[in-house]
C-alpha cells in the first residue's frame, strides 16, 4: 500500500509538472509563430488600430508568461477557456469581425466542444483497437510460440505489410472498395455507428504491425527464457506454461508498449483518420481548429492529450510494477 | 560422508539405462559430435556422480536423461531405458507424464528456474497441483510451506509469497529441491547445482540433497566439474571427456587409483590446499605502498515498504590494511562480503564516505584531473570478467594502445611497436592486433585485459577476481606470468577473490572479509593451518577439495545464510551463522585487533584456544607457517 | 624501459579462424543476410532507387510539366492508356510513374535526413543522460516525456499548419517528434554499458568522460536500435505523406505523395489510378524497407540474445 | 468566409449513389424528414453574431437571405445586371445627386410584430454605414437618412461627398432591421429579427431551423419549416442529397455535378455567380512594383487552359467585374496569353527571361473556391515557364486569409495571392473601390493617380449612363492595362437538388429565395 500511494504521489506529481510544460511548449509556440489570433477573431477587414485596441482589451498583447499564467490558473479551475471561432451553440461558425460586439461569452466553451467531440472519438478509438487486438493477438502469439516457422514468417510479412500501407492511401483505398465500389458500408460524416467501421478498420491496420511484433518479440523472448524450459521439466504442460506464465510475462513490455507507443500512435492517427473521413471527433475538431487558429482548442487538446499520455503511462507502469517486482519506479 | 564410504548394494534392477547415446549439434559445417556412445546406469537409490569438464557435454547428457534435446541439439542414436521404455522414443505426452513426475530435474541456475513475476511458493504449490492432480490448493499450499520449513528457509510462511528475485541464490536451490521431491520421484538429475553458490552455501545444498536423498529413497544422478564436490555425494562417478565416458568406477576407488589418464589428470589438476604443491611468497619487508585507513562506503537505496524512505546498504564497514612493495596481499570472502565495493573504492572509481586510502601517502580520493591521471598509470585493476571487460568494438591493438593514447605516453609512430611489445610479452599473437576480440577464448580476453594494464608499467595491480572465470591450466599460465613481472618490476599485487586455492597459492597476506569487515588479517599459512576465526574455519572448512581438511565440515557448517547488509545485527555480525557463538557476541562488535606484525589479527569474542583443535593436515606443511595468536581473554 | 618476451614458455595464443563474423553490428548484418526476405527486399529496394535515378532519363516525360490536354489518361495496362504515361497521367496531365518516383526520391530524402537527425540528436542526449545520470538524467528524461506526450500530428500540425511548410521546417518538425524514442533507447543502452566492465575498464586507464561516452558507449548503441532508424526512414516517409495530403507538407508543384493522393481523391471514380498507383509504389518501397528492418530486428534479436 | 470547406472524393458520391444508400438505411437511423420541411446542406454557417452589419461571412448573407427583406431586389441575371425590383420600397427616384428617396410598402410586420416603418430604414442604414461597424467597407461612406413620412425615406449623402447614386443598388443588398433592435444591440446579436418569409426559430449545434412567416407581405411561403446544415464536406452534401436527408446542396465540385446531372431524382442547377477570381500582385513591393513585371507575368497566364481545368465551375470574361455587375463589359484591351510579349516586357523591365528576379511567392487557398491548387499549379508552371522564379503556397483557408490582406505596414505576404470577390449586389464599386482605390487597396496595395482619378471620376458620375460610360471606357481599361489584378474568369455557382423542389431562386451571391418553392 505504501508502495502504491509514494508511486502515485510521485507520478501524479511529476505527471502534473509533466503537463504544465507540455501546455506551455504548445501555448508558447501558438503564440510565436506567424498568424494574429486577434484577426480571425475579428475579420480581415477590421482597421489595425481596432486589432490592437482589442487584442490589448482581450491581453492577447500581454506578455507570454503573464498570459500562460492567467491561463492556467483557469484551467486550474477547470475552464479550458472559450473558442475564439465557434459560437455557443457549439457549431462551427465563421469568424465575427463585430469588435464592438466580441465577448468571449459568445463563444462557445471548450469543455463543451471537446465534451461533444470526445465520445465519438473515444467509438472510433476503441473500435479501431479491437479490430487491431483482433488481428493482432492470434498472429502475435502464433508467430511467437513457433519461432522460425510460418506463422512467425506471416507475423513479419503481415506487420511489414501493414506498417507499409500509409493510412491516407488506406482510407482512400476502402472508402474506393468498399463504400463507393461495393457499396457495404457508409464513409464520410457520422450518421450512425456504421460510420465508424471503415475508420476504425484503418486504424486497426496502422496499429497491428506494432501489435504484432511486440507480442511475438515477448512471447519469443519469454520462450527463450531459463524458467519456461525448467517449468516444462519441472512437470507443467507447455499448456500452462505459456497461459499462466509466458503471456504474464509477455504483459509487461506489452503493456509499456501500449503505453508509450500506442497511445500515441493511436491519438495522431485518430488525427487524420478523423479528418479523411469527415468523422466528428477530437481530431476534427483539432484539425480545423488549427487551420481556423482557435488556439483555445489546440491547447486544450494539446493539455488533455498529454494529461491522457501521462495517466495511461502511469496505470501502464502501475500495472507492470504490480506484474513484475523487480521493476523500480 | 561419502568418501571410503562402502559402495550401497543394489540387488534390485537397475533404475534408468543409458546404452550408445550419441548427441550431435547441427552447425553451419555439419554435425559436429558432442556426446558419443555413452553408456551408463543408474541403481535404484544410489547416487551417480558425473564429472567432467565445461565443454565435457555434461549437460547435454544431463538433459537428454529426460529427453530435453532441443535444437540445434539432436539425438543421432542410442537409448534411454526408464521403466522398460525408450525415453528418447516416447511421444511428447508421455514424457511429459514422466517429467516432474517420476524424473526430477534441478538446474545450475536456480534464480532464472522460476517465473520471475509469480511468488515462489504459488510456483510450488502449481508444480504440486501438476503433478498430483486432486491435490487441494489449500493441502498444497499447507505442505509446500512445511517442506520449506523443513529446508531450513527461515519464515516459510511469509517466503511462499515473495518473489523468485527476493531470494537468495541458496535458498532458492533449496526451495528447487523441495519442488524437485515434492512429488517424490524416483530419479532425480541434479546438473551442477552447487555451480554459482558460495563455498559454505553450496556446502549446505549439498547436506541437504544428501539427507532428502536419503529419505526419499531417491536415485540421483550428479553432475559437477567440480570432483571434490561429486567425491562429496556419489557412490560411482563417471569420468566424462570430450562427450565420451573414460571411465567409471565407485568414487574410493577412483579418488585412489584413477586408470584412465585423463582421470589423473584430472584429479591432479584438483587445487591442493593442505597438501604438496603450494609455496606461497614470504611476507614482503619494504615499505608500505598502500595503505587504507578505517575506510567504510555506504549505499542508499530506495524502501518499497515506506513512503518517501531510503535504507542503508552498508557495504564496507571500516576496513583497514597495509601493502607493501612487491608484496602479494589477498582479501577473499563470499559474495556480498563488500570485496567488491572495495576494488571500487581501490581503483578510485568510487570515494569512500570515511576513512582514507593512502597511495605512497597520497590520499588519492583528493586527487583530481591531471594527478588522478597520473595515478592511474601507476595503480591499475584488473577486472573479473574477461568478457565485458574489453570493447566488442575495439580492435584488440586500439584496445592495448588506448592507455598510452590516453596518457601521451608513447608517440603515435611508436604505438604500434609498443604495444607488439607487451602483446608479446603476455602471449597473444601479433596477428591479433587488428582483430576484433569477438573470437577470442577467456584466457585470450584476459591476457588483452592484462596487456592493456601493463602498457602502462603501473606499480601496483589490483585483481579482482581477475583469473576466477579461468580453468587451471590458464590461471596457472597468468599466475607465472605476474610472478615473472613481479620480480623483474617489484608490482604489488592486490588479490581480490573468493577462490581460495588461488589465494593460498599467489598471496603472502591474506585477509578475509565477511558483511563489510575484515574478520581475519593473516599469513597465508596461518590462515589456512591454523585458521582463528570461526568464519575462517567454515570457509576453510566448505572448500571443496579431494584432501582431508584441518576443519571437518561437520563442525563448521554454517547454518542460513549471511544477514543482508541492509540490517545487520548488532553485535557481532558473524554471530547468527556462527557455531560456537554467545551471550557477548549479540551485543558487543569484536574490533580487529592486531595480534602479529602487518596488521595480522581477528574479530572474535571466542579465544582461539576456545574453537575445536584442528585436525593436523594429512600431508607436511614446511616451516614459517605463522601461528596465530590467542586473541584477548573477554 | 623496454619489455623483452619473458613468457618463453607461453605458446601464443592462434588467431581466431578467419571468416568467421567479428562485429556485433557485422554479425547482425551476416544472419540477416541469411534470410531470403532481406535480399529479396534489398532487391526490392535498389530496384526501386535505381528507378527513381533512371526513370526520369528514360522516360520522354516530365514530372512536373503540365499539358492539359493530355489530363486522365489511364496506365497502359488500361484501355486508352499510351505511351510515354506508363501508369498514366493526372488530373493536369503529368506524367503519373514521374511524379511517383520524384515524389519517392523526396519522401525518401527527407526521410533519411530526418531520421539521421534525430538519431544523431536522440543519440547525443540518450547518451549523456545514461553516462551522466543523476539530475542531468532525470531532466533529461522527463524532457523526452513531455516531448513524447505531444503527438506527432498535433505538433506538426501546430507547427507547420500555421507557418510556411518546406523541406527543412518538415524534417525539423520530424526531428523534434521522434528524437526522444532514440533518447529513451540510448540512454537505456548507455546506462547498460555505464555498468559494463569495460567502461570500468576505460575509467581505470584514464579515459576521459567524453572519449568513454564517443569511443566507447556510442558505437554500443547501433546494434540495438539500427533496425529503429530503418523502420523510422519508412514511417517518417508515412509522416512525410500525411503533411502532404493535409497540406502542410511540401508545396506544389514538386511532387509528393501526399499531395498526389489527396489531389487524386478528387477523383477516383473517373481516374482511379492517381490515387491507387502512386500508393502502390510507395507502399513497394515501404515494404522494401519494414522487411529489412523487420529482418534486421528479428537478426539483432537472435545475435544479442546470444546466437553466433 | 472564413468557414473551412473540403472537398473530398467528389464524384465517388455520386458514382456509388445507388449503393452508398444502402449503409445509412442499413446501419443509421431512418432519416425521415417532417412534410413541408426543407434541409438544406450549406457549406458555411453563420458567426456567432446575428448583427448583420458585424460581418462580411459569404455564408451568413445567405442565412440573412431567409429573415430579412431589403429595399429592393436585383436579380443580377447577366442580360440585365442593372435590373431593380421592388420589395420594402415600392418605388425610388434621384431627387438630386445626394438625394435618394424611397416610398416604403405599408401594412408590413417585422417577425416580432413590430410594424415596419421608416424609422427602421433609417436606423438601419445610419447604423451599419458607420465606419466603426466592421461591414462598413460594403458602404460608399456614411448616409444620413430623413424621415419624409411613416413611409417614405431619403437617403442623404451630400455631408459625407459622395452621390447618392452609390446607393442605388445597395439597396438590394442591406438587410433591414427593427429601430427597436438597433436600439439594443445586445437583442441585435442573439437573434435575427426581419420582415423576410422565414423567421428564426433556433439554433441547434450546426443546424438553425427558420419556420414561415405567416405574415410575410408577399404571402407566407408553402415550405413550412427550412433545416439549415452546416455540413463543410461537399461529399457528404452530395451524399445527403442522394439518401433524401437533403433536399438542396450549394457549392459543388464540378465532377460532382457532371455526375449528379445524370441522376433521376436530382435537378442540378448552375447559376452565373457574383464572384470573379483574381489573382493580386503585391503592387508595393518590387518586381510587382513594376507595371511591365506585372503585365509580363499576365501575358504568361494561358487563361484558357486554366477554365480547361475550372471546367463548369468557370466562365470566360475579360474584365474585373462579374458580367452580372453593373459596368461589366468585355475590355477590348484585357491582357492575353503572350509569350513574347511576356519575354519583351521582361528584358524592357530589367529581367531578361527572368533573371534576377527575386523569389516570387503565390499564395492561394485550398478547400473553399474549387480547383485553386489545381490551376495554382498551372499557373505557376506557365509563370516558371516563363522564366518567373515562382513558389506556391498552399494554404487552408483560414491561414490564407489571415496572409491575405495587407499589414499595418502596407505591405502583404507574398506577391502573387488568389481570391475571389463576391458580393451581393450589382453595385462595381463594392469590387473597385476596395481593391483598387489607394485609400484601400486592400490586397495589392496599388497607389496610382490614374486609377484612384478614374474611380473618383466614376463614383462621381450624376447619372446611371455616365456612370457607365466612365467605368467602360475608361476605369476598366484602365485596370486592364495598369494590371494591379487579373481577373482569371467568373465563378459558376453549382447546385443540386431533389426533383421534388420547385420555385426556387437562386441570386448569384449566394442567397436562396424559397418564399415561393413548393417541396412535392
Not at chain 1, 508511486?7 to 510544460?21: D, K, P, T
Not at chain 1, 519461432?147 to 503481415?158: F, K, M, N, Q, V
Not at chain 2, 572448500?543 to 542460513?560: H, N, Q
Request: proline letters at 7%.
Amino acid at each position: 500500500m505504501a508502495f502504491a500511494f509514494e508511486f502515485f504521489l510521485r507520478r501524479l506529481s511529476q505527471g502534473v509538472v509533466i503537463v504544465v510544460l507540455v501546455a506551455f511548449v504548445i501555448f508558447t509556440l501558438l503564440r510565436v509563430v506567424p498568424g494574429d489570433p486577434i484577426r480571425i477573431i475579428l475579420g480581415p477587414m477590421t482597421p489595425a488600430s481596432v486589432l490592437e485596441e482589442t487584442a490589448r482589451a482581450l491581453g492577447l498583447r500581454d506578455p507570454i508568461l503573464v498570459q500562460f499564467g492567467r491561463f492556467m490558473g483557469e484551467v486550474a479551475t477547470g475552464d479550458l477557456g472559450r473558442s475564439f471561432i465557434r459560437g455557443l451553440q457549439g457549431g462551427s461558425a465563421g469568424g465575427s469581425q463585430d469588435v464592438a460586439g466580441y465577448s468571449p461569452e459568445s463563444r462557445a466553451s471548450v469543455a463543451g466542444l471537446i465534451a461533444t467531440a470526445l465520445p465519438y472519438s473515444l467509438q472510433l478509438a476503441g473500435l479501431g483497437v479491437a479490430f487491431a487486438l483482433l488481428v493482432a493477438f492470434p498472429i502475435g502469439i502464433a508467430a511467437g510460440l513457433r519461432a522460425g516457422r510460418w506463422p512467425d514468417r506471416l507475423g513479419l510479412y503481415a506487420s511489414s505489410f501493414f506498417v507499409s500501407l500509409p493510412n491516407i492511401w488506406v482510407a482512400v483505398v476502402l472508402i474506393f472498395l468498399l463504400s463507393a465500389k461495393a457499396g457495404l458500408l457508409p464513409a464520410i460524416g457520422y450518421q450512425g455507428f456504421a460510420y465508424t467501421i471503415i475508420p476504425a478498420m484503418v486504424l486497426a491496420i496502422e496499429l497491428s504491425p506494432v501489435m504484432i511484433r511486440a507480442i511475438s518479440v515477448a512471447v519469443a523472448a519469454n520462450l527463450g527464457e531459463a524458467y519456461y524450459d525448467a517449468g516444462i521439466v519441472r512437470g507443467l504442460s507447455r499448456r500452462t506454461m505459456v497461459a499462466r506464465h509466458v503471456l504474464r510475462n509477455a504483459a509487461v513490455p506489452l503493456l509499456n508498449l501500449f503505453g508509450a507507443q500506442m497511445i500515441g500512435m493511436l491519438l495522431g492517427g485518430l488525427f487524420v483518420v478523423e479528418y479523411i473521413f469527415s468523422y466528428p471527433g477530437i481530431g476534427m475538431l483539432t484539425i480545423s481548429a488549427v487551420f481556423q487558429r482557435d488556439f483555445p482548442v489546440i491547447q486544450a487538446v494539446a493539455i488533455l492529450a498529454s494529461g491522457v499520455l501521462v495517466a495511461i503511462n502511469m496505470l501502464v507502469d502501475f500495472a507492470s510494477t504490480m506484474i513484475d517486482r523487480r521493476l523500480k519506479f | 560422508m561419502a568418501l571410503g564410504s562402502p559402495p550401497v548394494p543394489r540387488p534390485e534392477a537397475p533404475l534408468m539405462e543409458v546404452r550408445g547415446l550419441s548427441v550431435a549439434v547441427q552447425t553451419a559445417s555439419g554435425p559436429r559430435p558432442v556426446l558419443e556412445g555413452v553408456s551408463l546406469t543408474v541403481a535404484p537409490r544410489a547416487v551417480l556422480g558425473i564429472i567432467g569438464e565445461s565443454g565435457s557435454g555434461k549437460t547435454v547428457l544431463s538433459r537428454a536423461l529426460v529427453n530435453w534435446i532441443r535444437p540445434p541439439l539432436a539425438v543421432t542414436a542410442g537409448t534411454v531405458r526408464y521403466g522398460g521404455e525408450d525415453l528418447l522414443a516416447l511421444p511428447e505426452a508421455r514424457m511429459a507424464a514422466l517429467r516432474g513426475r517420476e524424473i526430477a530435474y534441478i538446474g545450475a541456475n536456480p534464480t532464472s528456474a522460476l517465473d520471475p513475476t509469480v511468488p515462489v511458493g504459488h510456483q510450488l504449490v502449481e508444480k504440486l497441483c501438476a503433478v498430483l492432480p486432486g491435490t487441494a490448493r489449500r493441502d498444497a499450499r499447507a505442505r509446500v510451506v512445511a517442506t520449506l520449513d523443513a529446508v531450513r528457509i527461515p519464515s516459510p510462511a511469509k517466503r511462499f509469497e515473495e518473489y523468485p528475485f527476493q531470494f537468495s541464490g541458496g535458498m532458492m536451490q533449496r526451495a528447487l529441491i523441495v519442488d524437485a521431491l515434492v512429488s517424490n520421484p524416483r530419479l532425480l538429475i541434479a546438473d551442477n547445482i552447487t555451480q554459482p553458490l558460495d563455498v559454505t552455501v553450496a556446502a549446505q545444498i549439498l547436506r541437504l540433497l544428501r539427507e532428502l536423498q536419503k529419505e526419499f529413497a531417491t536415485a540421483v544422478v550428479f553432475i559437477s566439474s567440480a570432483l571434490g564436490i561429486v567425491s562429496e555425494i556419489a557412490d560411482d562417478v563417471i569420468v566424462l571427456d570430450r562427450g565420451r565416458v573414460v571411465e567409471e568406477r565407485p568414487t574410493g576407488a577412483l579418488l585412489r587409483s584413477p586408470e584412465h589418464a585423463y582421470t589423473r589428470e584430472l584429479i591432479a589438476k584438483v587445487p591442493r590446499i593442505w597438501s604438496g604443491a603450494a609455496r606461497p611468497p614470504p611476507p614482503a619487508d619494504t615499505d608500505v605502498v598502500l595503505d587504507v585507513r578505517d575506510v567504510e562506503r555506504t549505499y542508499e537505496v530506495r524502501d518499497r515498504s515506506a513512503i518517501f524512505a531510503t535504507r542503508r546498504v552498508r557495504a564496507v564497514r571500516g576496513v583497514s590494511f597495509t601493502v607493501r612493495r612487491g608484496e602479494n596481499f589477498a582479501i577473499i570472502g563470499e559474495s556480498g562480503c563488500g570485496k567488491s565495493t572495495l576494488s571500487r573504492l581501490l581503483s578510485c572509481l568510487e570515494a569512500p564516505d570515511r576513512g582514507q586510502i593512502l597511495f605512497q601517502g597520497t590520499d588519492i580520493a583528493t586527487l583530481g584531473g591531471r594527478d588522478l591521471l597520473a595515478l592511474r598509470r601507476r595503480f591499475q585493476l584488473l577486472l573479473q570478467d574477461p568478457y565485458n571487460a574489453i570493447a566488442a568494438h575495439s580492435a584488440i591493438g586500439a584496445t592495448i594502445a588506448e592507455p598510452l593514447r590516453i596518457h601521451g605516453l608513447v608517440p603515435r609512430r611508436h604505438l604500434r611497436a609498443r604495444v607488439a611489445e607487451v602483446m608479446a610479452e603476455v602471449g597473444l599473437a601479433p596477428a591479433l592486433y587488428d582483430q576484433l576480440p569477438a573470437g577470442l577464448s577467456a584466457g585470450q580476453r584476459q591476457r588483452v585485459n592484462i596487456a592493456r594494464a601493463l602498457v602502462l608499467e603501473p606499480e601496483m595491480l589490483i585483481l579482482d577476481e581477475t583469473l576466477s572465470a579461468l580453468d587451471q591450466v590458464e590461471q596457472a599460465k597468468l599466475l607465472d606470468l605476474f610472478e615473472r613481472l613481479q620480480t623483474r618490476r617489484g608490482i604489488s599485487y592486490v588479490y581480490i577473490s573468493h577462490d581460495l586455492a588461488m589465494v593460498r597459492r599467489v598471496s603472502a597476506r591474506i585477509a578475509v572479509m565477511y558483511l563489510g569487515r575484515i574478520v581475519e588479517l593473516s599469513g597465508n599459512h596461518a590462515l589456512f593451518a591454523r585458521a582463528s576465526h570461526p568464519y575462517t574455519r567454515a570457509l576453510l572448512s566448505a572448500v571443496p577439495t579431494v584432501e582431508d581438511k584441518p576443519y571437518p565440515t561437520a563442525t563448521y557448517l554454517l547454518e542460513g545464510e549471511p544477514p543482508d547488509p541492509i540490517d545487520i545485527p548488532p553485535g557481532c555480525s558473524f554471530r547468527t551463522r556462527c557455531p560456537f557463538a554467545f551471550g557477548r557476541c549479540a551485543t558487543d562488535d569484536p574490533a580487529l585487533l592486531a595480534t602479529g606484525p602487518d596488521g595480522v589479527g581477528r574479530a572474535c569474542h571466542r579465544d582461539a584456544d576456545d574453537l575445536p583443535a584442528v585436525v593436523p593436515p594429512a600431508a607436511g606443511q614446511g616451516g614459517g607457517a605463522r601461528q596465530a595468536e590467542g586473541a584477548e581473554a573477554p | 624501459m623496454t619489455i623483452s618476451t619473458v613468457g618463453s614458455g607461453m605458446t601464443p595464443s592462434p588467431a581466431p579462424a578467419p571468416g568467421r563474423p567479428r562485429g556485433v553490428t557485422a554479425r547482425i548484418l551476416r544472419r540477416a543476410w541469411g534470410y531470403g526476405e532481406m535480399k529479396a527486399a534489398a532487391f526490392l529496394f535498389v530496384a526501386l532507387a535505381l528507378l527513381t535515378v533512371l526513370g526520369p532519363l528514360v522516360i520522354d516525360a516530365s514530372a512536373t510539366k503540365i499539358s492539359v490536354a493530355d489530363k486522365f489518361l489511364p496506365p497502359l495496362f488500361m484501355e486508352g492508356g499510351r505511351l510515354p504515361h506508363v501508369l498514366g497521367t493526372d488530373q493536369l496531365g503529368r506524367d503519373l510513374l514521374l511524379r511517383s518516383l520524384v515524389g519517392l526520391r523526396n519522401a525518401f530524402a527527407i526521410g533519411l535526413t530526418s531520421v539521421v537527425g534525430m538519431f544523431v540528436l536522440g543519440c547525443a542526449i540518450g547518451i549523456y543522460a545514461g553516462y551522466r545520470g543523476g539530475w542531468v538524467d532525470v531532466l533529461l528524461m522527463r524532457l523526452t516525456d513531455v516531448q513524447m506526450s505531444i503527438p506527432v500530428i498535433i505538433l506538426a500540425i501546430t507547427i507547420l499548419g500555421v507557418s510556411r511548410p518546406n523541406p527543412a521546417s518538415i524534417i525539423a518538425v520530424l526531428v523534434l517528434a521522434s528524437w526522444p524514442v532514440y533518447a529513451r533507447v540510448s540512454r537505456g543502452v548507455a546506462l547498460a554499458e555505464r555498468q559494463k566492465e569495460y567502461v570500468r575498464a576505460a575509467r581505470i586507464i584514464g579515459a576521459s568522460d567524453l572519449r568513454i561516452m564517443v569511443r566507447h558507449i556510442a558505437p554500443s548503441i547501433l546494434p540495438p536500435i539500427a533496425f529503429v532508424a530503418v523502420l523510422d526512414v519508412a514511417r517518417m516517409m508515412i509522416f512525410e505523406a500525411i503533411f502532404g495530403f493535409i497540406g502542410i507538407g511540401i508545396q506544389p508543384p514538386t511532387p509528393t505523395f501526399g499531395t498526389i493522393i489527396s489531389a487524386g481523391t478528387q477523383y477516383l471514380i473517373n481516374a482511379w489510378w492517381i490515387t491507387i498507383v502512386p500508393g502502390v509504389l510507395l507502399a513497394l518501397a515501404l515494404g522494401s524497407l519494414n522487411l529489412m528492418g523487420g529482418v534486421l530486428e528479428r537478426a539483432r534479436n537472435y545475435i544479442l540474445q546470444g546466437g553466433a | 468566409m472564413t468557414s473551412t470547406r473540403r472537398t473530398f472524393l467528389v464524384g465517388a458520391a455520386a458514382a456509388g449513389a445507388g449503393s452508398l444508400l444502402v449503409g445509412p438505411g442499413r446501419f443509421g437511423r431512418a432519416l425521415a424528414q417532417e412534410a413541408g420541411t426543407l434541409a438544406f446542406a450549406a457549406a458555411g454557417t453563420v458567426t456567432s453574431s446575428w448583427d448583420p452589419s458585424s460581418h462580411t461571412v459569404a455564408p451568413q448573407i445567405t442565412a440573412e437571405g431567409f429573415v430579412f427583406s431589403h429595399l429592393t431586389k436585383c436579380p443580377m441575371t447577366p442580360e440585365n445586371p442593372a435590373e431593380v425590383l421592388p420589395d420594402l420600397a415600392l418605388e425610388w427616384k434621384l431627387i438630386d445627386p445626394h438625394t435618394l428617396e424611397y416610398k416604403l410598402r405599408q401594412g408590413v410586420k417585422f417577425h416580432d410584430g413590430k410594424d415596419f416603418k421608416a424609422e427602421d430604414v433609417k436606423a438601419t442604414y445610419e447604423y451599419a454605414s458607420q465606419p466603426s461597424r466592421p461591414a462598413s467597407a460594403w458602404y460608399p461612406g456614411q448616409v444620413e437618412v430623413e424621415i419624409v413620412d411613416d413611409y417614405t425615406v431619403r437617403l442623404r449623402t451630400e455631408k459625407f461627398g459622395y452621390p447618392a447614386l452609390n446607393f442605388w443598388y445597395l439597396s438590394s443588398f442591406l438587410p433591414v432591421l427593427s429601430a427597436a433592435d438597433v436600439a439594443n444591440p445586445d437583442l441585435l446579436k442573439q437573434r435575427p429579427n426581419g420582415t423576410g418569409a422565414f423567421r428564426y426559430e433556433e439554433t441547434r449545434g450546426d443546424q438553425i431551423i427558420f419556420k414561415a412567416y405567416d405574415h410575410y407581405h408577399d404571402g407566407r411561403p408553402k415550405i413550412d419549416t427550412v433545416v439549415w446544415n452546416y455540413v463543410p464536406d461537399a461529399n457528404t452534401r452530395v451524399l445527403g442529397l442522394l439518401n433524401g436527408q437533403y433536399h438542396l446542396a450549394e457549392r459543388l465540385e464540378p465532377e460532382q455535378y457532371a455526375s449528379l446531372k445524370a441522376e433521376a431524382a436530382i435537378t442540378t442547377n448552375r447559376g452565373l455567380s457574383s464572384e470573379n477570381k483574381y489573382l493580386h500582385f503585391r503592387c508595393n513591393k518590387p518586381p510587382f512594383d513594376d507595371v511591365r513585371v506585372r503585365m509580363a507575368a499576365v501575358h504568361a497566364i494561358d487563361r484558357d487552359q486554366v477554365l480547361a481545368i475550372v471546367g463548369e465551375a468557370g466562365q470566360a470574361s475579360n474584365c474585373h467585374l462579374s458580367p452580372v455587375k453593373f459596368g461589366y463589359t468585355d475590355v477590348p484591351n484585357y491582357p492575353k496569353y503572350d509569350p513574347e510579349a511576356c519575354q519583351r516586357l521582361l528584358a524592357e523591365a530589367g529581367f531578361p527571361g527572368g533573371q534576377g528576379l527575386p523569389e516570387l511567392e503565390y499564395i492561394t487557398s485550398v478547400g473553399f473556391y474549387p480547383k485553386t491548387r489545381e490551376y495554382g499549379e498551372l499557373v505557376t508552371a506557365l509563370l516558371q515557364e516563363q522564366g518567373f522564379p515562382v513558389k506556391l503556397t498552399t494554404l487552408e483557408p483560414a491561414a490564407w486569409e489571415e496572409r491575405l490582406y495587407r499589414r499595418a505596414d502596407g505591405q502583404g505576404p507574398g506577391h502573387i495571392v488568389d481570391v475571389g470577390w463576391i458580393t451581393g449586389s450589382p453595385e462595381p464599386d463594392l469590387v473597385l473601390r476596395p481593391n483598387y482605390h489607394s485609400k484601400y487597396a486592400l490586397i495589392n496595395g496599388i497607389a496610382d493617380p490614374e486609377i484612384d482619378a478614374a474611380l473618383d471620376k466614376e463614383r462621381n458620375a450624376a447619372s446611371t449612363e455616365e456612370r457607365l460610360k466612365v467605368l467602360q471606357e475608361e476605369a476598366l481599361p484602365l485596370l486592364a492595362a495598369k494590371v494591379p489584378s487579373i481577373s482569371l474568369f467568373s465563378s459558376v455557382f453549382l447546385r443540386a437538388m431533389s426533383k421534388r423542389l420547385e420555385g426556387v431562386y437562386f441570386y448569384p451571391n449566394g442567397p436562396i429565395d424559397l418564399s415561393k418553392a413548393t417541396l412535392g
